[in-house]
Every structure is written in C-alpha cells, then in structure tokens.
C-alpha cells in the first residue's frame, strides 16, 4: 500500500525531474572538468577511467540551471538550484515555474528523497520506482545514483582514439573546437545493472567526459549524453550545456543550460538533511 500510495503522489505531482540527473552531473560529472591534467602516453583504460573519477568530486559547489525537455512539439522548462558536498551529497530545488516550486530532493550515497509541497510530505524513492522515466525527460532516478566509481561496477577498456566536435566558451562567444579523445568501453562487472556496457569518450588532455553511450545487455544502445559550452571557472573547466536523449522514445530530448556555477563555497550543514526538505 505505501509503494503505491508514493506512485500516486508522483504521478499526481506532474513534474519534470530531469535535474535530479543532474546531482549524478552538478553533483558528480561536473567535477570532471577539474582544471588540466598531465598527458601521458599509453594509458590503460583503467588508468584513465581514475583520472577522471578523481576529478569528479568537489569540495563544495553551487549552480543554477534552466531545464529543457523537448517532447515532440511540446517543450517544458524549469529553473532550479543545486548544492553539493563531496560526491555522494546534493540537494536541489526547485524555484519554477510555480506548480513545481518548492519541490526538493536530497541525496545522501545511494539514497534518494523527494519532498511534495503539495502534499507536505517526503517519499524515498526505492525499488521499482529508481528505472521509472521521470515525468517526460530523458532520465530515470537510477541515473541520480551513480555515486559509486565507476571502476567499482565496470571493467575499463581503451578501444580507440576519436577526434570529436565540442562547443567551448570564448568570452562572449561561443567557439567549436576538434578535440582528440579516448574511447573507452566500460563493461560490467556486476549482476541487476542497468546499463551493461557505457562507451566514453574522454578528453585526451583535460581528461573531461566529451560524450557517454549507454548500452543494454542485449547490446541495444539506450541513451546517449553530450558536454559541450566547455566555460573556464576559477581554474576548472566546466560544461554549461548538457544533452540526453532516451533512444527507446521518439521526439524526446533533455537540456540542461548551467546559468551559474560556484565551486569551494562555504555551506550550511543542515542543507543536506531531511529536516531542510520540510
């Protein structure tokens, strides 16, 4: 009774959730773009892979985004803000528009919730609702989680070097510049996962994550993301654009535009905490 009285409350609570990727990107992926790091040669996939998790955690962060999800000719846009502590800690919240303000979520390690306004209540999000699609957008609340290291789940494996098109920021303009990058597969080495295979495509000099293919076990690809807008902040290179598209949809696509970013930033405490969603 309480799974499905919680199914209620989301499905009634139309939202989009597509930030709640973005604690596994602003809370996680963006600290891939930390500053450059020393090319070397003849890496091993396993090697690489550990540059860029070690580049994924930041001391503190602070962003703000402007969502977009495109569903055929339909497009619904949120804005929101986003506070991170270490890898395995985010929250966010929503500030439009107004039937979605005030709708936070809290991430601690594997373990999500979700606070309704509506309803003045907070719901775990567990079990068979971590793979649901999240109200029209691209991602599941299995994608949030990912504060494991990847080298944790999955064997790492160079298959290649690619040249890749990636959108950077030169002061007011934006400029596409060819960027040499690893391919590498990452394979899974654990049982019940929901992407088998991932195939990244990693910056050969900054060690930034240019693009990600996600793959069934049957072998059937799933979704696909993209980086680009690469902005300099304070020493860090950092995205300010992101894309995913779900290929088992047509017409559906996700973006994310980071309107501001704030890195080492002092942050109350008892802003991850349940007690902070009410």
């Not at 098109?165 to 049982?191: H, N």
């Not at 990244?200 to 996600?214: A, G, Q, R, T």
């Not at 793959?215 to 993209?226: H, Q």
Request: aromatic share 12%.
């Amino acid at each position: 009774m309480k799974s499905k009285r919680n199914d209620q409350l989301m499905n009634n609570y139309k939202i989009s959730t597509f930030w709640i990727f973005i604690i596994g990107i602003c809370f996680g992926v963006g600290g891939w773009m930390f500053g450059f790091a020393d090319k070397a040669l003849a890496l091993t996939g396993e090697e690489i892979i550990r540059k860029v998790d070690a580049n994924m955690t930041f001391t503190t962060a602070r962003t703000e985004s402007r969502l977009v999800i495109h569903i055929g000719n339909e497009v619904r846009e949120k804005e929101m803000i986003n506070y991170e502590k270490g890898r395995d800690t985010g929250y966010a919240e929503f500030l439009s528009p107004p039937r979605d303000k005030g709708v936070k979520y809290l991430k601690i390690a594997d373990n999500m919730w979700m606070y309704l306004p509506s309803v003045e209540k907070i719901i775990k999000i567990e079990g068979h609702m971590l793979r649901q699609s999240m109200m029209g957008s691209d991602f599941s609340y299995e994608d949030a989680l990912e504060s494991t290291k990847l080298l944790e789940k999955y064997a790492a494996q160079v298959v290649t070097e690619e040249t890749i098109s990636v959108s950077f920021q030169k002061g007011e303009e934006q400029v596409t510049k060819q960027r040499p990058c690893y391919v590498i597969d990452l394979i899974a080495k654990v049982k019940d996962i929901t992407y088998y295979k991932r195939r990244i495509w990693v910056d050969k000099e900054v060690f930034i994550p240019l693009m990600e293919e996600l793959f069934a076990l049957s072998g059937k690809k799933l979704k696909v993301m993209t980086m680009g807008d690469i902005k300099k902040i304070k020493g860090r290179f950092y995205p300010m654009y992101y894309t995913m598209k779900n290929l088992l949809r047509s017409d559906s696509l996700t973006e994310m535009f980071v309107t501001k970013a704030e890195f080492d930033i002092e942050v109350p405490p008892d802003t991850f905490t349940q007690r902070n969603l009410k």
